[in-house]
C-alpha cells in the first residue's frame, strides 16, 4: 500500500450517505469511524505516512521501539521530552490498532498484545529516563544486606498483566522492591522506601498526566497492599507480611495475573521477580484443591453485579434502560467469563501448574484439555468472549473512552452495528443476546447458590438446641435427666436408625468437642449443613447405622479443612455419591476419609463413566512431574494424588457394578505400570551418580501384579535387573533401587503410594538388591553354583516385565519363555510343588470354621499350584501354556490340548472366578481374611479338590 493512499481527510472518507467507509483500500476506516482517531489525524498531518506502513503488517514491539526512538532523540532526554514521545507513540499505536482492527487484518490477540506491548514500553522508557534523572540528585537505591543496586519492581495487574489490555484501558500497578537502604552516589541519599515512592509518583505522573498531546495511560494503584491507604512502593517483605496476615479472596483472584512488566534486563531484577513468584504463588495457588472460592466469587460478583445495576439494565432486550447494558459487568459479559475461567486456576492451580497462566482464552483450553470444562462449553464461552472483546474496543475506539456500555443514540449504535459487521442494530443485539445467553447459563449453574434439597433438621437441632434446653430443665428438676434423650432418640428412630443412643451420644461428643467449637463461623454453617445432609442420606440407605457411623467419621476428618466443607455444600451432587461410596463399601469409607482430595473425583460423570485413556493419564503425570522438578516432596504427593484418583476412579465404577474382578484387576495393574514408569524417569533426572542419559534398567513384576491381577490393597512384588557394561552400574544402580522404594513406601503430606516387597529377587532378601541380566540369565538357567529353587520358576509362570527399559523387558520374557520351557521330571516336580503347597498351608492357619478362599485346601492356591505345574511340565510340547495369560485361561488351554479333563478345566476356572470375586467382596467391606461358610462354597471346593487328585495323585 502506498502511503500517498491514506492522504484523505476523515470527511473524504466518510460515503456520501453517510453510511460507512468507502469500499476499496484508499479509505482510512479510523478516520471514518473514530472520533479520536479523526481528531488525531487533523493534529498529525505525517500520521497518514506512519499508518501506510504500519498497517501492512502486525503491529510488533520492534516497530514501537524503533518510531520511539524516532520521536525521542537521545539529545531530549528529559522527562517533557519522554512525555511527548510517549504521548505521540500512543496516538500512533492506537490508530495503527483501529485501521487493521477494523480491515480485519488483526486479531483479538494482536490489539491486547499491542496495547499492552505498549504499557511495557512507556513503563520500561519511563523508568530508565526518570532513574538517570533522579541519579543526579540522590544517586541509586542500594541494598543495606546485598549491596547491590535495586530496581523498582513495577507489576501489571488485571488485563495488562494478563496481556489483554484494551485499547482505553486503565492500567493496575502495585509498585515493589527488594531491600531496604539509602541511595548513595548522589549529593543527597534518601532511604530506599522514599527513593521509590518519589519514582513512582513521576513514573505515574509520566503516565498519566493529560497534556496537550494527551496522556499515555490511566493508572490505578488500588489493588496495592491496604490500597489507597498504603504506601505508593512497599518492600517484598511487607508484601509478604500483608498477604499472610490480611491478604483476602478477591486478592487472589487479582494476584492470578499479577506479572512483572518492568524491564528484567538485570540479574538483580530477574532475582527479584522471581521472589515474586515464590511469594505470591502460595497466596494464589493452595496447594489443595480449594472450593471454598466459589462463595468468594460469588460474593464478589453479587457486588459488581449490584454496582452494574445502578449504573445499566438488564441483558439486551430483557430489562429497562436496556441501551446502557454493560457488556463487562452485565449478565453473560466479559467478567463472568473471566470468572469461569479463573475458577479452574484458583481452585486447581495449586496441584496443576499448567493452570497457572494468565491470558483467560488459554485458561479455557487448558481446562479443556484438563478434562475440567466440555469442549462444547469452552466454545461458546471462547466465542462469546472473543465477540465481546471485540465489541468493547470498537465501543473505545469511538472516543478513546474506558466505556463498556452499550450506545444511546441512534447514530452511535448504527455506526458501531457497522463496525461489528452487522447490517443494523437490531442484528448486533440478536447476536450479543446469542452469545451471552449462554454465557450467563453457564455462569448460574458454576456459581448459583446451591440448594442441598429439603430434609429434616436433625442436626442441630436435637442435639444443640436439646442440649441446651437439657442443661436448662436439668438445673430446675435433675429427675428430668434420665428421660432427656427419648424424644431426640424418637425422632432418630422415625428417620429409620436402630441404635439410636449410641448415634444421639456420638453428635453429642461433636457438638462438645474442642474441634467443632474452634471451626469458624462458615465452617460451622457448612459443617451443621452437611451433618443433617448426611442424617438424611444415611436414613435413605438399607443399613443407615452403618452409613452414618462411617459418614460421621469422614466429616470429622474433614471439618477443618473449609475447602473440602465448601466443596460438599456447593455440589450436592457430591454428597449423594458420598452417602452412596460410604454405604457399598467399608474398605472405600475408609480410603475416602484417609484421602478426601478424592471428593474431586466425584464431580466428574465423564470420568466416572469412562475407560481410563493410560496414554493421556501419563503425559499428564509427565507434565506435572517436570513442572515440578527440583521439589521431591511435591513430586511425590503428586504421584500419590495421582495414583489415588486413578484408583478411587476404578473403586466407583467396582461399587456400581460398571466392572468384573477382572476388570478391575486389569485397570490396577495397568496404574500400577504407570506409576513406577514415572517413579522410574523421575528418580533417574534426580539421581547425582547417574551416569548416562537413560537408565539401561527395568522393573520386573511378580505375584499379583505380574500376572495383573492386581487388588486395592495389594504389595507389588518387584525385582531389578540392569543390562549395564559401565564400571560404576551395580553401585549406581543400586542407590537407584534403593530411591526408587523410597519414593515409592514413603508416606508423606498426600498419603502412601505402594508397599514393595523385593524378595523375590536372586537368593531373596540375602541377595542384591539389582542383578545383572546375565547374572539373572545364570542364575534362572541354573548355570553354575549359585541357581534358582523350583519355587523361583513357579513365581516366573507369573513374572513379566512392567517398567522401564524395553530391550531388557525383551530379553526378559525371551528368557522366561526359555526356562519355563526347560525339560523336567514329572515326579520330581510334582513332589518339589506338593511340598511347597505344604508349607504354604503351614504358614497360614485357619483356626475359624470358616473356609479361606485364598489358603484352605480347595482354594486359590491350590489352583494356582496347579496351573505352574501344568506350564512348568508342559511348556516345552506346549509353548503357548508360557503366555501370562492368567489362571482360568491357563485352565482352559490346557484342557483344551488334553492334560487334563477340558470340563473339570472349566469348572476349576469358574471356581477361581467365583473365589476371586468373594474374595473382593469380602475385601471391600473391611474384611481382613476372606472366609466364608464352608458350604457356600462347597461344589467349587470339591472340583478343585477333583483336579488336585488327578494332577498330583493325592488328596
Not at 525385582?719 to 534403593?738: G, N, Q
Not at 470340563?903 to 473391611?926: E, I, N, P, S, T
Not at 477333583?946 to 488328596?955: C, H, I, P, R, S
Request: net charge negative.
Amino acid at each position: 500500500m502506498a502511503a500517498g493512499a491514506f492522504a484523505v481527510t476523515a470527511a473524504q472518507a466518510l460515503r456520501p450517505d453517510g453510511e460507512g467507509p468507502r469500499a476499496g483500500g484508499d479509505v482510512l476506516y479510523s478516520a471514518a469511524y473514530s472520533h479520536y482517531a479523526r481528531r488525531v489525524l487533523q493534529a498529525r498531518p505525517d500520521l497518514p505516512e506512519i499508518l501506510a506502513a504500519a498497517v501492512a503488517q502486525p503491529l510488533t514491539r520492534a516497530w514501537m521501539e524503533a518510531r520511539l526512538q524516532a520521536l525521542h532523540a537521545p539529545s531530549a532526554d528529559t522527562e517533557d521530552a519522554a512525555k511527548r514521545a510517549l504521548r505521540r507513540l500512543r496516538a500512533e499505536v492506537m490508530c495503527a490498532v483501529i485501521e487493521r482492527d477494523l480491515r480485519g487484518l488483526a486479531t483479538l490477540g494482536e490489539v491486547t498484545g499491542a496495547m499492552t506491548d505498549l504499557a511495557e514500553l512507556a513503563i520500561q522508557h519511563g523508568l530508565a529516563v526518570l532513574g538517570d534523572d533522579l541519579a543526579a540528585t540522590f544517586g541509586r537505591p542500594v541494598g543495606a544486606h546485598s549491596g547491590e543496586v535495586q530496581e523498582l519492581v513495577v507489576v501489571g495487574m488485571g488485563k495488562l498483566g494478563g496481556r489483554e489490555l484494551n485499547v482505553s484501558s486503565d492500567i493496575d500497578l502495585i509498585f515493589l522492591y527488594d531491600e531496604d537502604g539509602e541511595t548513595q552516589g548522589g549529593p543527597r541519599s534518601l532511604s530506599n522506601h522514599e527513593y521509590f515512592i518519589r519514582l513512582g509518583r513521576r513514573l505515574i505522573n509520566l503516565l498519566a498526566d493529560v497534556t496537550a498531546d494527551g496522556y499515555v495511560f490511566r493508572v490505578d494503584m488500588r489493588l496495592r497492599p491496604n490500597g489507597d491507604a498504603g504506601p505508593l512502593a512497599c518492600s517484598l517483605g511487607m508484601l509478604e507480611e500483608y498477604l499472610v496476615v490480611q491478604g483476602r479472596e478477591w486478592e487472589r483472584y487479582a494476584w492470578i495475573k499479577g506479572r512483572v512488566v518492568s524491564a528484567l534486563g538485570s540479574p538483580h531484577a530477574q532475582r527479584t521477580a522471581g521472589l515474586l513468584t515464590r511469594l505470591t504463588s502460595p497466596f494464589v495457588f493452595r496447594r489443595y484443591l480449594d472450593y471454598g472460592v466459589i462463595a468468594a466469587i460469588r460474593s464478589l460478583h453479587a457486588q459488581i453485579r449490584s454496582e452494574a445495576a445502578k449504573r445499566s439494565g438488564g441483558l439486551p432486550g430483557h430489562g429497562v434502560n436496556q441501551r446502557s447494558f454493560n457488556i463487562k459487568l452485565g449478565r453473560g459479559g466479559i467478567r463472568e467469563i473471566e470468572f469461569m475461567a479463573q475458577v479452574f486456576q484458583l481452585i486447581r492451580g495449586g496441584q496443576d501448574p499448567a493452570l497457572r497462566i494468565r491470558p483467560t482464552l488459554e485458561v479455557l483450553a487448558v481446562a479443556v484439555e484438563r478434562g475440567l470444562l466440555p469442549p462444547g462449553q469452552a466454545g461458546q464461552l471462547g466465542d462469546a468472549y472473543r465477540f465481546l472483546r471485540q465489541l468493547e474496543h470498537r465501543l473505545q475506539y469511538r472516543d478513546d473512552a474506558q466505556t463498556h456500555h452499550l450506545p444511546t443514540s441512534p447514530d452511535e449504535q448504527h455506526a458501531v452495528a457497522q463496525m461489528m459487521g452487522c447490517s443494523d442494530w437490531p442484528a448486533l443485539l440478536a447476536r450479543l443476546a446469542e452469545l451471552q445467553e449462554p454465557v450467563a447459563q453457564q455462569f448460574e449453574a458454576t456459581f448459583s447458590d446451591p440448594d442441598a434439597g429439603p430434609c429434616e433438621a436433625l442436626w442441630p437441632d436435637i442435639v444443640i438446641h436439646d442440649s441446651a434446653a437439657r442443661a436448662q430443665d436439668n438445673a430446675q428438676d435433675p429427675s428430668h435427666a434420665e428421660g432427656d434423650s427419648a424424644v431426640p432418640c424418637q425422632r432418630l428412630q422415625a428417620a429409620g436408625f436402630t441404635d439410636c443412643n449410641a448415634l444421639l451420644d456420638r453428635l453429642r461428643a461433636i457438638a462438645a468437642s474442642l474441634r467443632y467449637r474452634a471451626l469458624s463461623e462458615a465452617s460451622r454453617a457448612r459443617f451443621d449443613q452437611l451433618v443433617n445432609r448426611a442424617l438424611d442420606l444415611a436414613a435413605r440407605q438399607d443399613d443407615p447405622d452403618s452409613t452414618i457411623g462411617r459418614f460421621i467419621d469422614f466429616l470429622e476428618a474433614i471439618s477443618r479443612r473449609a475447602s473440602y466443607l465448601s466443596l460438599l455444600s456447593e455440589y450436592p451432587q457430591a454428597m449423594d455419591r458420598v452417602a452412596q461410596t460410604l454405604h457399598a463399601s467399608r474398605w472405600a469409607a475408609a480410603y475416602l476419609t484417609r484421602h478426601p482430595q478424592l471428593l474431586d473425583e466425584l464431580l466428574d460423570s465423564d470420568a466416572l463413566a469412562g475407560a481410563p485413556d493410560w496414554a493421556a493419564f501419563r503425559k499428564r503425570l509427565h507434565e506435572r512431574l517436570l513442572a515440578a522438578e527440583g521439589q521431591v516432596e511435591q513430586q511425590m504427593d503428586i504421584l500419590r494424588r495421582e495414583h489415588h484418583a486413578e484408583t478411587f476412579r476404578v473403586l466407583l465404577q467396582d461399587l456400581q457394578g460398571m466392572l468384573t474382578v477382572e476388570q478391575v484387576a486389569d485397570r490396577l495393574s495397568d496404574l500400577a505400570d504407570a506409576m513406577l514408569d514415572a517413579t522410574l524417569e523421575t528418580v533417574w533426572r534426580q539421581l547425582a551418580t547417574r551416569h548416562r542419559e537413560a537408565p539401561r534398567f527395568a522393573v520386573i513384576a511378580y505375584g499379583r501384579l505380574g500376572g495383573k491381577e492386581l487388588g486395592y490393597a495389594s504389595d507389588l512384588d518387584i525385582i531389578f535387573l540392569y543390562d549395564d557394561e559401565h564400571e560404576r552400574a551395580p553401585e549406581v544402580y543400586a542407590a537407584y533401587a534403593r530411591r526408587l522404594i523410597t519414593w515409592l513406601t514413603s508416606h508423606t503430606a498426600a498419603g502412601a503410594l505402594f508397599d514393595v516387597d523385593t524378595r523375590l529377587r536372586p537368593n531373596g532378601a540375602a541377595g542384591l538388591l539389582v542383578t545383572s541380566f546375565d547374572a539373572f540369565r545364570r542364575y534362572q538357567l541354573r548355570e553354575g553354583d549359585n541357581t534358582a529353587w523350583v519355587w523361583e520358576h513357579q513365581a516366573l509362570t507369573r513374572a513379566r516385565f512392567c517398567a522401564g527399559d524395553a530391550a531388557i523387558g525383551a530379553r526378559f520374557e525371551a528368557l522366561r519363555c526359555e526356562v519355563l520351557c526347560q525339560e523336567r521330571d514329572a515326579a520330581a516336580l510334582r513332589g518339589e510343588i506338593a511340598q511347597m503347597r505344604r508349607k504354604v498351608a503351614e504358614g497360614h492357619p485357619n483356626p475359624t470354621e470358616l473356609f479361606d478362599l485364598k489358603h484352605d485346601r480347595g482354594g486359590m492356591v491350590d489352583i494356582e499350584f496347579t496351573v505352574q505345574y501344568l506350564v512348568l511340565l508342559h511348556s516345552r510340547a506346549h509353548p503357548q501354556l508360557t503366555r501370562n495369560a492368567g489362571n482360568i485361561a491357563l485352565l482352559r488351554e490346557a484342557g483344551e490340548l488334553g492334560l487334563i479333563d477340558a470340563a473339570l478345566a472349566l469348572a476349576v476356572g469358574d471356581a477361581y472366578r467365583l473365589f476371586r470375586a468373594r474374595q473382593h467382596q469380602l475385601r471391600l467391606d473391611g474384611q481382613v481374611h476372606a472366609r466364608v461358610a464352608p458350604a457356600s462354597m462347597a461344589a467349587q471346593t470339591a472340583a478343585v479338590g477333583t483336579l488336585w487328585q488327578a494332577v498330583f495323585g493325592e488328596d
